[in-house]
C-alpha cells in the first residue's frame, strides 16, 4: 500500500472521504520538514501556504515533535474529568504573551468553536442579543460563525435561515473602499458608514460586541484603513467608540495571530487591545488547539457550566502550543518575520512596475497579499488561479483569496529563510508571464458578450 501512486490514492480518496472537503492541489502529501513538503512519491514542494497559516515554525519542526511525542507516553486526554498540568501552563504562557490585561484563557479545539464561544460569552456577559461583523471576513464553518462570515457567499448558501442577530459593515478596504476615497487621503469616511449603522438599523444599547480581524484573513489579506492620521484610524476609532457604548470589541486572530505579522498578535500593531481575542491556527503546528482570550474579570462574569469542550486544551496539543511559542522566542522568529516580509514585499512591489494588472502588495510580517485587476479594475481572479497552477507546475505551492480569489496570499513559514524567499520569487517570476498569456488567450477566446469574472459592482468596487 505504501506504493501506490498519487493517481491510486486519488481514487481512494474519491472513493471513501465526503466531497465537500475541499483540498486545493492533488497532493497526497507523505511528509514535511521546515517549508518543504513531500508527496507519496517523494517529489517535493516549497510549501508558502503552511496549512493555511498553521504551521508558522515550519513543518514538523524537532522541538515540537520531541515534547509532542514525550507527552503521548505520560498523558493524553483527561477532558473536563480532571485538571493537568499542560493546560494551565499554557494559558499562563498565553497570558503573558497577549495584549495587556488579557490574562485569561478558555481553550478548545478550532477559530469556528472558538468564534461561537466568544459571541456565546459576549451575549451572556453583556445581555446583549447583537452582534456587528465585517463584510468579507471568514471566521469559520459552524452555524454562528457561517453566520458572521461573508468572504463569499457559497459559505452561506444552503445553510439558511442562519443564526439571527447578526449585522455586517463595510471592512475598512482601502484599494476598493467603501465610501470612494482616496487611500491615505481620507478622513476615515468609512467609519462615519460604519457608525450609520447605528441611525439606521439597530441602537448600540442592544449590540452585544463587534467583530473584526484586525488584519482580513480569507477576504483578501487587507490592513485596515488608518486615514491621514495614523494614530486614530479605523481600529483605534472602533475601540473608542466600543468604550462608549459599552460593547465588548472582539478580535479575529485566528490567521493573524502568533508572530504572524511579525508580532505576537496583530492587534499590537494598532497599539488596540480587545476586550476578547480569538485565536487558533499558529498557536500549536497543526495540532488542534484554539483559545478565547479574555480580562479575567470578564471572564468571571462568564459563569462555571456555561460552556465547555471535551477535547479542547489536550494535553498533546498543549505540550505543541507551549513548545511551538518558545522557538518563535528562542530563534527569534518576530524579528525574522518583520525582516524576511520586508524584504519579500519590497521584492513583490517590482512587480507593480512591470505588469500592470498587479494593483497592490500590502501586509504585515509574513501575511502578505498581492491583488491583481483586470484593464477595467475589476479583480481577476481568472489570472491568479493561472498563476496558482504555473507555481504548482514548477513545486510551488500559493493560495488565492478574495471574494474572486483574486489575490495571492503569501503565508511562508516565520523561520523562512531569505534563500526560500528568492527561490519562491525565482519560480514566481518565470510563472507569471506564462499566466499572464494564458489569460490573455483565454479572453481572446470568450464571447464579446460574455460577463468577466467580478463585474459586478454591488458585490465588490473596482478600482478607481
Not at 249 to 256: A, K, N, P, R, Y
Not at 376 to 392: M, N, Q, R, W, Y
Not at 436 to 460: L, Y
Request: one cysteine or more.
Amino acid at each position: 500500500m505504501a506504493n501506490l501512486s498519487t493517481a491510486e490514492w486519488l481514487e481512494r480518496d474519491a472513493r471513501y472521504l465526503a466531497p465537500t472537503y475541499h483540498r486545493c492541489f492533488d497532493i497526497v502529501a507523505e511528509r514535511a520538514e521546515g517549508t518543504y513538503l513531500y508527496d507519496v512519491e517523494g517529489i517535493q514542494y516549497l510549501d508558502f501556504t503552511m496549512g493555511i497559516a498553521v504551521n508558522n515554525v515550519g513543518h514538523c519542526h524537532p522541538s515540537v515533535v520531541k515534547e509532542a511525542k514525550e507527552q503521548v507516553e505520560k498523558l493524553i486526554h483527561c477532558s473536563a474529568v480532571t485538571r493537568h498540568t499542560k493546560n494551565i501552563k499554557l494559558a499562563e504562557k498565553i497570558s503573558q504573551i497577549a495584549p495587556q490585561g488579557l490574562d485569561c484563557v478558555f481553550l478548545n479545539n478550532s477559530g469556528g468553536e472558538a468564534v461561537d464561544a466568544a459571541i456565546k460569552m459576549a451575549r451572556f456577559v453583556t445581555g446583549r442579543p447583537n452582534i456587528i461583523a465585517f463584510t468579507g471576513g471568514f471566521h469559520g464553518r459552524t452555524l454562528l460563525a457561517t453566520a458572521l462570515t461573508t468572504a463569499k457567499s457559497h459559505y452561506r448558501q444552503g445553510y439558511e435561515p442562519l443564526p439571527s442577530g447578526i449585522y455586517h459593515a463595510p471592512y475598512p478596504y482601502c484599494l476598493r473602499c467603501p465610501a470612494g476615497q482616496i487611500p491615505g487621503k481620507c478622513n476615515l469616511e468609512c467609519f462615519d458608514t460604519f457608525e450609520a449603522m447605528f441611525t439606521h438599523q439597530l441602537k448600540p444599547d442592544t449590540v452585544g460586541a463587534i467583530l473584526i480581524e484586525p488584519m482580513m484573513g480569507e477576504g483578501g489579506y487587507v490592513v485596515p484603513a488608518t486615514g491621514y492620521k495614523v494614530e486614530n484610524g479605523f481600529m483605534q476609532r472602533l475601540r473608542k467608540l466600543c468604550d462608549t457604548h459599552g460593547i465588548m470589541l472582539i478580535f479575529d486572530e485566528v490567521q493573524s495571530g502568533f508572530g504572524r505579522t511579525g508580532k505576537w498578535f496583530a492587534s499590537e500593531h494598532f497599539a488596540v487591545v480587545p476586550d476578547l481575542m480569538i485565536v487558533a491556527k499558529g498557536i500549536a503546528s497543526g495540532f488542534p488547539m484554539a483559545a478565547v482570550v479574555s480580562r479575567k474579570e470578564l471572564m468571571d462574569k462568564w459563569t462555571m457550566g456555561r460552556h465547555g469542550s471535551t477535547y479542547g486544551g489536550n494535553p498533546v496539543a498543549c505540550a505543541a502550543a507551549l513548545a511551538s511559542i518558545d522557538v518563535i522566542e528562542k530563534e527569534n522568529l518576530l524579528e525574522n518575520a518583520r525582516k524576511m516580509g520586508d524584504y519579500f514585499m519590497a521584492k513583490l512591489n517590482e512587480y507593480k512596475s512591470k505588469y500592470s494588472f498587479v494593483k497592490e502588495v500590502r501586509g504585515l510580517g509574513l501575511m502578505i497579499g498581492m491583488e491583481v485587476a483586470d484593464e477595467s479594475g475589476a479583480p481577476d481572479g481568472v489570472l491568479i488561479e493561472k498563476l496558482v497552477d504555473e507555481c504548482f507546475k514548477r513545486k510551488l505551492l500559493l493560495l488565492d483569496c478574495g471574494i474572486k480569489n483574486h489575490i495571492i496570499r503569501f503565508i511562508p513559514p516565520l523561520n523562512v529563510s531569505k534563500a526560500e524567499i528568492d527561490k519562491a520569487l525565482s519560480i514566481i517570476d518565470e510563472a507569471l508571464p506564462v499566466a499572464a498569456a494564458r489569460r490573455q488567450s483565454d479572453q481572446a477566446k470568450r464571447p464579446a458578450d460574455e460577463k468577466k469574472p467580478g463585474e459586478d459592482a454591488s458585490v465588490v468596487q473596482p478600482i478607481a
